[in-house]
């Protein structure tokens, strides 16, 4: 028995030092990546520069409204939840996978009544003297079996299994980045809106004042019955505009609740005080195209993908070569339970089991050509991947300045009709033009100012979308806690 056990100690030893890993060996695919990002803009208030990305780029809003919301989300968010457990089903498969190349040990224990066929079998030989038909067998052993994995297939399913949970994890940073833009950019629309409530609500001020004027003067004659009902008209058009602004406030509000599971209005008391639409910084860190790569998890996510392809590759390379096992069996029987715990009622198997693929019928084959296209299929995925994450920063780059460029001349077109309205009101009040001016330069004026406040929150947002597509951010989800909360089907 112990020469049998050192038998077997030896050759797993051998076979240990004989084994290798078949199959390609995967390598960081190499991107050439263009040394800057475009030409510097420097006709517009916010600049970017060629510096680190700021990876909690949304405190460069000075806003502690929005930064309390985004704390929240990396732990309440219920995406990032699901998120987190695709990652520990992951790592659970992983240790599925990785136990194939350990020992398996199996404990057996048995009892069993039979009874023998007189007209069966035992009538083909003749029993011992007095031997029964009928009795009891206990039975009680140990199995063992190891695959000495030795040309890598477990191995390279180990590798692929621990490339895919690293996708894993990579999918969930992509899923926070998303919603931390997702989650800027609804508080910044929501101040947007707020700030058009104000100027619509200013406005309606201004019409009011207007309409008590214009009843006034036709008391007196001075005014006609056309000025009086242009000036109402005006009054209830700017009034019609509330209800629609209001109604994309709690919407927004209602986004915001759902981003961090609460109930709907659970934040209205919270976000409903308006406040100003966050500035942009004055100079806004953007890296460099090489950088990328390194930060955005969706080119993160699509290089684990190809990794994982590439050792599934070697799992299907290693299907052609032999495959080595270590079995043994050990177990105590006997027709008496006395005699089945005693070691003269031992019995014993062991040795090792060689498995050659001979024919398979073209399984093997198949299943490499449909690994290795796989693994080009990745490749081909990252390479689009990482085109498109440049594409997305050169955009993004791009409407930001254009958004900058294209509030200057709101704000000049504002100017410009503040002066044409306070000239239409004198004049309406010296008598030397009717009414209708005055409406007119109001309209446009209120048009120009709600444009005015768009811009500043297209800017915002757009440069949200910036930070969102160079990659920044996904850090705060690493670092927080899921908080205890009850869920609908914990109860």
Known sequence: MRSVAKLIIVLAFGVGLLACTVGPDFRPPVVPAPGVWGPERTDVPSRTIAAEVDSEWWRSFNDPELTSLISRLAAQNLDLQSAAERVMQGRAQRQVVASQGLPNL????????????PNGTVSLFTPAPGAPLQYNLWQNGLSASWELDLFGRIRRGVEAQDAATLASVENRRGIALSLLAELAQDYLQLRGVQAELAIVERNAQVAARNTVLVRNQFSNGVAT?????????????????????????AALINAIGLLLAEQPRA???????RSAQPAVPLLVPVGLPGALVRRRPDVREAEARLHAATAQTGVAV????????????????????????????????????????????????????LRRSEQREAAISFQKTVLQAWQEVDNALTAFAEAQQQRMQTAEATRQNQAALQAAQQRYAEGAADFLNVITSESQLLQSENSLANSDTEIATDLVALYRALGGGWQVADTAGAVDKAHWYDR
């Open 267 to 273: 934040l209205q008391a919270e976000l409903t005080p």
């Open 106 to 117: 199996d404990e057996q224990s048995q009892f069993t009544r039979t009874r023998q066929s």
């Open 225 to 249: 019955t056309l000025d009086m009902a242009q000036a109402r008209s005006q009054q209830a058009t700017i009034a019609a505009s509330v209800p629609p602004l209001r109604t994309l406030q």
């Open 318 to 369: 290693a299907g052609f070569y032999p495959d080595v096992s270590l079995s043994g069996m050990g177990d105590l029987n006997g027709l008496k339970f006395v005699n089945a715990f005693s070691l003269p009622s031992g019995a014993f198997q062991i040795g090792p089991t060689l498995s050659i693929p001979l024919f398979e019928g073209g399984r093997l084959t198949g299943q490499l050509r």
